[in-house]
C-alpha cells in the first residue's frame, strides 16, 4: 500500500494539485469514478458490459486512486479499517442466517 501511495502522492505533487484535493472534493470525485464504472454496465447484460474488460479496469483504478488518496489524506489505515468493517459484518450477517440469501441484515 505504500508504494501506491507514494505513486500517488509524486504525481500529485509534481502537478501541485494537493492544493485542490481537499476531502470533499476528493469525495466526490470517487463518486464520479463510480459512477462511470456504473456507465460501462448500463443497459447491458453484464456478459456485454465485460466485452470492455480494459475500461472498466481504468475505472477501478480510478476509483483506487481516490480511495488510497482520500484515506491517506485522512490518516485513515485502510486495512484496519476493512478488518474492522469485516468483523461489523460477520455479526450482522452470520453464516446461519445469510447463507445463500440476498437479504439485507435488518430481514434476516
Known amino acids: 500500500m505504500n508504494e501506491l501511495i507514494n505513486l500517488i502522492e509524486n504525481f500529485r505533487n509534481a502537478r501541485d494539485w494537493k492544493k485542490f484535493h481537499n476531502p470533499k472534493d476528493l469525495a466526490i470525485s470517487l463518486s464520479l469514478e ?21 475500461r472498466i479496469k481504468e475505472e477501478l483504478a480510478d476509483i ?27 455479526k450482522k450477517y452470520p453464516v446461519d442466517k445469510a447463507y445463500g440469501s440476498k437479504k439485507k441484515y435488518t430481514e434476516l
Open 34 to 54: 463510480a459512477s462511470e464504472l456504473l456507465e460501462l454496465f448500463q443497459w447491458k447484460s453484464s456478459e456485454e458490459a465485460l466485452e470492455d474488460i480494459e
Open 64 to 90: 483506487f486512486y481516490y480511495t488510497l488518496l482520500l484515506s491517506h489524506d485522512l490518516n485513515i489505515d485502510l486495512k484496519e479499517a476493512l478488518i474492522q468493517k469485516m468483523e461489523k459484518n460477520e
